[in-house]
């Protein structure tokens, strides 16, 4: 029943997709950044399987998947977020076409950690031409802090202001639920 609704939800949104010039053979290479344990892998499973699986924070540098979704084919690198990793996000972005940086929107205590970890990427050349969907992903929870409020801890508006407001979006998700980054990506295939 699950995958039958999932298969449901997918042919609509491939159908307005292509209603709106967005589907239709295009492809990308996307990115996967943000902190450790802000839905990642998790993510990726979801969009290459349709099914939700915990995993625990990527250990290894990185994790390649092709999937379709919504009449789109990408090819996607999860590199992981933890500390010791970051240093290498910057060696893949002049190979993609699209930067997804998802926050964990129920850890207040890391949100300036994001902030200026995703203020280094868009301080970088190579990224200036490459759109960034910052995904808030857990807003489901009861914990989850507010739009408004994330986006001051992360300093939203300087991103914006650095990086320009046609390149940068901000999208409330819940990976659980399979909610809200639909959004994102027929953002993200606008620029394909």
């Known amino acids: 029943m699950a995958s039958a609704l999932v298969n449901f939800w997918n042919s609509m949104w491939e159908s307005l997709l292509s209603s709106l010039g967005l589907g239709g053979g295009k492809e990308g290479t996307l990115l996967l950044l943000g902190l450790d344990n802000a839905g990642k892998t998790t993510l990726l499973h979801r969009l290459r399987t349709g099914d939700v699986k915990h995993f625990p924070p990527t250990d290894r540098p ?3 998947d092709k999937f379709s979704f919504q ?6 690198w999860d590199v992981g977020g933890h500390e010791a ?18 926050v964990d929107a129920t850890d207040a205590d890391r949100m300036e950690e ?3 970890e995703l203020d280094a990427l868009v301080g970088e050349k190579l990224v200036e031409d490459i759109p960034i969907a910052i995904l808030f992903n857990k807003c489901d929870l009861p914990e ?10 992360m300093n939203y ?8 407001a046609d390149k940068i979006s901000a999208f409330r998700i819940s ?9 994102a990506f027929r953002w993200v295939a606008s620029f394909l």
Do not use: M
């Open 144 to 153: 989850a802090i507010s739009s408004k409020d994330i986006c001051q801890r």
């Open 85 to 102: 990793v970051r240093h290498i996000w910057e060696d893949y972005v002049c190979e993609c076409s699209a930067v997804l940086f998802l």
């Open 71 to 76: 009449g789109l084919t990408f090819q996607a």
């Open 157 to 164: 508006d300087e991103l914006v202001e650095n990086h320009g």
């Open 114 to 116: 994001a902030g200026f």
């Open 175 to 183: 990976v659980l639920r399979g909610e809200g980054y639909q959004q």
């Open 62 to 64: 990185y994790q390649s």
